[in-house]
């Protein structure tokens, strides 16, 4: 799955003081293999696409029992435009429930806790967030053993406009 950021509200935001909420656009294709799924990505866009852009990747709980996460891994290898300092994750919930929330106080997603976990790293954290770099480099280990924090979406603790 692809989600992508419209960063405009992030530059109105540092040029008028003010915030313009962003909008999240997910991308979403199905194929036997990740690689035929991004393909088929290509044939619905209307743009070009490019993969710079990404600044964390989330590997769902189903990729990870079917062994998939080595092949994704493989598939973005190819683009040279991924940095292998994005940062990774894994999550149970719905992936597209969790790239549909959004920052509250009307930040953009650039700021948000897949994109930027450093902030919230420092306030408290259990796991410290992983570059995929380290995740591979302690995949390609036997032995070693590599925490990977998770990430959820929390419905109980704030509300905005008198909705979770």
């Not at 619905?44 to 696409?49: D, F, L, S, T, Y």
């Not at 940062?87 to 700021?111: M, R």
């Amino acid at each position: 799955m692809l989600n992508l950021l419209a960063f405009h509200g992030l530059q109105k935001s540092k040029r008028r003081g003010g915030r313009e909420k962003s909008t999240v656009t997910i991308g979403k294709a199905t194929g036997e293999t990740f690689n035929v799924a991004t393909d088929r990505l290509y044939q619905a866009v209307q743009q070009g696409v490019s993969w710079g852009h990404i600044k964390g990747i989330v590997f769902t709980e189903r990729a990870f029992n079917r062994g998939l996460v080595r092949e994704v891994i493989d598939v973005l290898d190819r683009y040279n435009e991924i940095r292998h300092t994005v940062w990774t994750f894994a999550t149970k919930e719905p992936i597209e429930q969790l790239f549909e929330t959004t920052p509250f106080l009307d930040y953009s997603p650039y700021f948000s806790l897949l994109a930027n976990p450093k902030d919230i790293d420092e306030q408290s954290s259990f796991i410290q967030p992983k570059r995929i770099n380290e995740f591979i480099a302690a995949s390609d280990e036997k032995a070693a053993v590599l925490p990977l924090p998770s990430l959820a979406v929390e419905e109980k603790s704030w509300t905005e406009n008198k909705k979770l």
